[in-house]
């Protein structure tokens, strides 16, 4: 008993850790709030999020481009610091952390409230597996970067837990849903696809395994009845969302998203995601990038999350309870997930974070098979001492990892040197562009996006021509800043863009380099 009790100590202790670093950019100076946490991509949609805010619509460019190169559920949201602050960058960006801490506190909750269903813990044998379940998502260090990263990732996961705990009572009934519940479940499904597109891929997973459920027990007309009206009230919800996607730019997919499959192949990002996916489902063991390029570490960590997820889908599909439903249709919308950014999709280096909603079910599928395994290894009344002393050891090495990369200098943004030399060398009204331009974008309002992901002219231009030359080449922009390997165009002949540019700074200790108008040098 004793031990159980420092076991469910240590288990609050973690959640307690992984939140108190959560509010280190609250408590701390400008200079650590500002590079942290909020990522490259997160400073792009938290500039749309201000330009909103100021009454520009979703747009970039000091209000010059409209854009709908975001997720609008968590713009929305975020806009709101930015509305009471007047705008302010310190003050919004503050208050956007804030909402980050808060969204956080709420994922725990709702990951401990699922883990009960997921392992399907019953009265009386306790709580201390959702408990861990729950502290593996806090305090695990990516997942930490995920939730405050400035996007819409902790959001989003906390969409599509409510919407899966939602659905998993809704299934529970033998009867069919009342006008309430459809009402309920579809607003829910709507929000889920505003918080990221790819819900998309969490409403057909529900929607038509409570139309399974039910064609089994209660015929065609009854299954319908269930999944129609919540359908068509999610669409009717995300509709204005694809009209304005079209009319912007033709395609209801987001420009990001063009943008980041603009050169990508079939199955590009297949090598890499079984990794993604380990880290995913042990938030504790993340895989350095040298340890990831060995070949046979991809095919052994699919290996073991294969196992495991299907071994922890038999077993709970076969306890006989509503739930599991839920649970199925949390598993199909994780290989959709899993196949779609894997086969036709770009940007590897997202891919962690496109799986991390995935994770409370991919760490209570571990928690359970850890569980059984060790019922079958030291008998049913030794799997708990075990299972809290593997946990307490898994969650150590999660908070260590986790306190580590907050140390100082540990870790840096990346992007402030190209903030810093553009607010030194550039006046305010003058126009700069680069193709990163989440940070300098947020921090200098007359940037210009150049690799289409949130500017659909430059998109058009890598489309129509193969190159961005002709575009920048006939704009207002002075200089381009980003990292080091811009300088390159200063050697390119395309649409005579060397005659025009020239090579003002090469900076590789600093990976800085710049590109200045000649008639403006």
């Not at 909020?38 to 500039?47: A, M, P």
């Not at 912007?248 to 090598?271: E, M, V």
């Amino acid at each position: 008993m004793i031990l159980n009790r420092a076991l469910i100590g240590l288990f609050l202790a973690a959640i307690g850790l992984g939140m108190a670093v959560r509010l280190i950019p609250l408590v701390s100076d400008p200079s650590v709030l500002t590079q942290i946490f909020v990522t490259e991509d997160g400073y792009l949609l938290l500039t749309v999020a201000r330009n909103l805010a100021l009454g520009n619509g979703l747009s970039v460019a000091e209000g010059t481009i409209a854009t709908n190169g975001i997720q609008p559920l968590a713009t929305f949201l975020y806009a709101l610091p930015y509305l009471a602050t007047g705008g302010d960058k310190v003050a919004g960006l503050w208050g956007v952390m804030a909402l980050a801490v808060l969204i956080s506190a709420a994922v725990t909750w709702a990951v401990w409230r699922f883990a009960f269903r997921a392992l399907a813990v019953v009265p009386g044998e306790g709580g201390a597996l959702p408990l861990l379940t729950a502290a593996l998502w806090v305090a695990g260090p990516l997942l930490l970067l995920h939730a405050m990263n400035g996007l819409e990732t902790g959001l989003y996961t906390l969409m599509v837990l409510c919407t899966v705990l939602y659905a998993g009572h809704l299934f529970q009934r033998r009867e069919g849903f009342s006008w309430g519940d459809r009402i309920v479940l579809g607003l829910l499904l709507g929000l889920v696809f505003l918080a990221r597109n790819d819900g998309a891929f969490l409403v057909a997973a529900l929607l038509g395994t409570r139309f399974v459920q039910r064609l089994i027990s209660g015929g065609l007309v009854r299954g319908l009845s269930d999944v129609v009206p919540p359908g068509l009230l999610s669409l009717a919800i995300a509709a204005p969302w694809l009209a304005y996607n079209y009319t912007l730019t033709g395609s209801i997919i987001p420009i990001s998203g063009q943008a980041q499959s603009l050169k990508a192949g079939f199955a590009d990002n297949l090598a890499l995601s079984p990794v993604k996916l380990f880290e995913t489902m042990f938030p504790m063991l993340p895989l350095p990038g040298s340890v990831e390029a060995i070949p046979l570490v991809p095919p052994i960590a699919g290996a073991v999350v294969a196992v495991i997820a299907l071994a922890y889908l038999l077993r709970r599909l076969s306890v006989a309870d509503g739930y599991r439903w839920a649970v199925l249709a949390y598993a199909l919308y994780g290989c959709a997930i899993f196949a779609y950014y894997s086969l036709f999709f770009g940007a590897p280096h997202f891919l962690s974070r496109y799986f991390a909603p995935m994770a409370p079910l991919l760490i209570a599928a571990a928690v359970w098979v850890g569980r059984d395994l060790m019922g079958l290894v030291l008998g049913a009344e030794r799997r708990g001492l075990a299972m809290g002393f593997i946990g307490g050891m898994a969650l150590c090495l999660a908070m260590a990892l986790t306190v580590r990369q907050v140390l100082p200098g540990v870790r840096s943004h990346g992007h402030f040197q190209v903030v810093e030399w553009v607010e030194d060398n550039i006046a305010r009204e003058d126009w700069v562009a680069a193709v990163q331009t989440g940070t300098l974008g947020y921090w200098h309002d007359r940037t210009i996006n150049l690799d289409g992901k949130v500017n659909p002219a430059a998109l058009a231009a890598r489309k129509a021509d193969g190159h961005i030359f002709n575009y920048v080449v006939d704009s207002e922009i002075v200089a381009i800043a980003d990292w080091i390997g811009v300088a390159k165009w200063a050697d390119s002949e395309k649409a005579g863009f060397k005659t025009v540019f020239g090579l003002e700074v090469a900076d590789r200790d600093r990976n800085l380099a710049v590109l200045l108008r000649r008639e403006a040098r």
